[in-house]
């Protein structure tokens, strides 16, 4: 079955500190992407991959990094983490050029910077 | 400003009502159109895809497109307070060499 997991669930980081959010798909999908949802501006995109070693920027990358290793991982990275990237963060992989298939997401991140 | 626009920003309808909400791209790249629905605390889950001129119907729910608007409507028949959910819609292009964007939703609820 199609999946797409994320870790942590949740996670409690302070101002200035590093902050990495895993993402792992067993779906085989070339393109995987991460959002983050606010209230009021639905999700938003921050960074996507069409494969293994790219990383492409989205509409609001400032303040985050990406990596992908692998087919399978994609990661978020907050290098000085502030308090406005407070939020939930969703990964997803699939889309066009998977065959057409919806992007299916994760169960989300549920981030506090204090 | 977002690519995708939706609208309205919530509705609520009665029980058994019609739900109808919008969505526009403006964005002339794009040529595919998604919704999802997401429940309060979950992750949005795909509802239905229409990628052609015309009408896509799957049991209660309806979607339209207007490829030369890039325009796309969600119209739930027969409302359950379970539809009560936030929608968002999504466009991209057919490629995968392109990124998949969403609108900031619709929130509906549905009253009994």
């Known amino acids: 079955e199609a999946a797409v997991t994320q870790s942590p669930r949740n996670k409690v980081a302070v101002t200035g500190g590093k902050v990495t959010l895993s993402c792992n798909q067993t779906n085989n999908h070339n393109n995987m992407y991460w959002y983050r949802q606010d209230t009021g501006h639905g999700l938003r995109l921050i960074h996507y991959s069409y494969g293994a070693g790219s990383t492409e920027k989205g509409d609001i990358p400032d303040g985050y990094k990406a990596s992908r290793p692998s087919q399978e991982n994609f990661s978020l990275i907050l290098e000085l983490a502030t308090p406005s990237q407070t939020s939930v963060y969703f990964c997803?992989?699939?889309?066009?050029?998977?065959?057409?298939?919806?992007?299916?997401f994760g169960e989300g991140t549920r981030l506090s910077v204090l | 400003q977002q690519k995708v626009q939706q609208s309205p920003e919530s509705l609520i309808v009665p029980e058994g009502g019609m739900a109808s909400l919008n969505c526009t791209s403006s964005?002339?790249?794009?040529?595919y159109f998604w919704w999802y629905r997401q429940h309060s605390g979950k992750s949005p889950k795909m509802l239905m895809s229409i990628f052609s001129n015309g009408e896509k119907e799957e049991g209660r729910f309806t979607v339209h497109l207007n490829k030369a608007s890039l325009h796309t409507s969600l119209h739930i028949r027969d409302s359950q307070p379970s539809d009560s959910a936030l929608y968002l819609c999504a466009a991209s292009k057919n490629t995968g060499n392109y990124k998949y964007v969403f609108g900031a939703g619709t929130r509906l609820k549905v009253i009994a």
């Open positions: 997803a992989s699939g889309g066009p050029g998977n065959n057409n298939q919806a992007p299916l």
């Open positions: 964005d002339r790249n794009v040529d």
